[in-house]
DNA sequence: CAGCATCCATGACGATACTG
DNA sequence: CAGTATCGTCATGGATGCTG
């Protein structure tokens, strides 16, 4: 456990040699930063709790497309890197909230620098696919 | 084909309504930028071409975790993407270089945002995994 | 309401072998 | 050298059913 999609093979990038600091070592601090924000769910979900805390069934809502399974397994990722704070509060039906944390935060705002290159960008890339997928066919 | 991982069940993820545009339509512009972010070696190699083009093997040799079938098909998908230039240059031993375009290194350049985050925070990020694990254990 | 456990389909990826 | 083609594996993620 613990382990997803982690390089296990013998492989190891040993990639040290490019213009930055040791970013990608063997064991890849940065990787499991960047599984975090490629998988489908993580993204939509920090962003949606940027808006303020909700509770588990209306983060399912709003994202709808997304099972409970995935729901719960990826609050909990959050959870455990220190993301998101989970709340419980007793009642009748319980009700648990999900709030952002300051890490949380901070990393949602790398994001969406990303996002806002990828809205700015979209369209110059949609048009390369174009281009390439009409030089494909041609050929 | 041209659809990955995308949602095809009738989810469709209607997330209109966080402090930002339209990022995440339900067809999700921005998804695909995710996705190559998120993949296992797109970013590694746009980091690698990112101090200057190398050829295919150069990178194979470079990031050496990699298999010749991703590779080839990641860099496909980056050529695609307009983020890439391949060039051929025919010779006895044929050879091929990649460089990036100009829109590659504006993805890098947001990517680096992420990588830089993730370098300054991911060891507060294992603590919060730390203690997390030690939560667990304890129950 | 907020989950966990289970089963199952898909597809991502690695290994291997072959081509211009 | 720079790939393509094929195959097997294993993880990711959806659907379903059950619990406190």
Redesign the pocket.
């Known amino acids: 456990m613990a382990q ?8 190891t990038v040993q990639v040290t040699d490019f213009s930055r600091g040791d970013v990608f070592a063997r064991n890849c601090p940065t990787r499991q930063l960047l ?1 975090r924000v490629g ?3 993580s993204v939509l979900i920090l962003m949606l709790l940027g808006g303020g805390g909700l ?4 983060l ?1 809502r709003r994202i709808d ?9 990826t ?2 990722s959050l959870e455990r890197d220190g993301l998101v704070e ?1 709340e ?1 509060h007793p009642g009748k ?6 709030t952002l944390l300051p890490l949380g935060a901070g990393l949602l705002g790398a994001v969406r620098m990303m996002t806002d290159w990828a809205e700015t960008n979209m369209a110059e890339v949609a048009q390369a696919q174009a281009r390439y997928d009409a030089m494909e066919e041609a050929a």
Chains 1, 2 share one sequence.
């Open positions: 997803e999609g982690t390089f296990s093979t013998p492989g599984d998988d489908k769910w509770r588990f069934n209306e399912k497309g997304i099972s409970q399974k995935m729901l719960s397994q609050l909990r989970r419980v039906p319980i009700s648990v909230s999900y």
